[in-house]
């Protein structure tokens, strides 16, 4: 399915662990790109740099454990970067400060746009640039405008049947096209 661009995405995934100190991670698939039928395709200028790391012996290295919090309609524990909730099976929106999973107990929205956010990570976020632009739809907000969302599950589950229904509409277009 991929075959053509493994390596591309193998590399980019080593390069990416290291980055993040992700290290365990980074060896286990720099060894996959030392293996005889990728090695010749890895890029020259990546090449020593991933040999170098899949001799490293990391094995024994503890990686950062990901943290968890309650999903936002059924309050099981989530890690907070899945968007999805394996005990109520619900898609939970991301926060588009952080990029986390929302939170129902600290849950606001941009005013404009309405994409849901964590409020204490949009106000983070808002304060550190320089522009306070949405990152979903560039317009300039005070961060002092928002509001904690007071019923958190009715906006999610509004939210859920808007997206549900414009996606039938969508499907509904494009099959008449």
Do not use: W
Request: with cysteine; charged share 25%; aromatic share 10%.
């Amino acid at each position: 399915m991929f075959e053509k661009d493994l390596v591309k995405i193998l590399t980019t995934v080593v390069i990416e662990c290291t980055e993040s100190g992700l290290n365990k991670s980074a060896s286990i698939y720099a060894i996959e790109l030392m293996k005889e039928n990728y090695r010749s395709l890895i890029p020259e200028s990546y090449k020593t740099k991933i040999e170098k790391i899949s001799r490293k012996a990391y094995k024994n290295e503890e990686e950062p454990s990901q943290t968890s919090s309650p999903c936002p309609f059924c309050a099981f524990d989530v890690p907070d970067y899945n968007l999805d909730c394996n005990n109520c099976h619900n898609y939970i929106p991301f926060c588009i400060a952080s990029g986390r999973h929302v939170k129902s107990t600290d849950l606001t929205k941009c005013p404009f746009c309405k994409f849901p956010a964590i409020m204490s990570e949009f106000i983070n976020f808002l304060n550190l640039v320089n522009d306070k632009q949405c990152p979903m739809c560039d317009n300039v907000i005070d961060y002092q405008l928002l509001e904690i969302i007071e019923e958190p599950i009715i906006y999610l589950k509004t939210r859920k049947i808007a997206n549900l229904e414009l996606l039938e509409k969508n499907s509904a277009k494009s099959t008449t096209d």
